[in-house]
């Protein structure tokens, strides 16, 4: 019924930049709060930053300063603007939205994850 399809992942040294996006599609009446997330190696997946509809947004305090959420809701997208990689934040990056679909139902949806690795 709905898609979340990631990219922008790779590898780049500390220091570097790098831009995911995601795109939602499918039966959606609505979509509503979106973010990103991240799981490194044998640690739970945490938030990294949300954005809602009319663009209020929310970051885990480990990114903060250094990387930006924006979305674009024509394109039923949600971008991540990050800068001055550490290590640390090597991980697989999922994307998660908030929607209702077109039969009424509110859904959350996640992406299939873009890996993200940033060597020292």
């Known amino acids: 019924q709905v898609q979340l399809v990631e990219s922008g992942g790779g590898l780049v040294q500390a220091g570097g930049s790098l831009r995911l996006s995601c795109a939602a599609s499918g039966r959606i009446l609505s979509l509503n709060a979106m973010g990103w997330y991240r799981q490194a190696p044998g640690k739970q997946r945490e938030l990294v930053a949300t954005i809602t509809r009319d663009g209020s947004t929310n970051y885990a305090g480990s990114v903060k300063g250094r990387f930006t959420i924006s979305r674009d809701n024509a394109k039923n997208s949600v971008y991540l603007q990050m800068n001055g990689l550490k290590p640390e934040d090597t991980a697989v990056y999922y994307c998660?939205?908030?929607?209702?679909?077109?039969?009424?139902?509110?859904?959350?949806?996640w992406g299939q994850g873009t890996q993200v690795t940033v060597s020292s």
């Open positions: 998660n939205a908030d929607l209702v679909v077109t039969s009424g139902y509110n859904y959350n949806g």
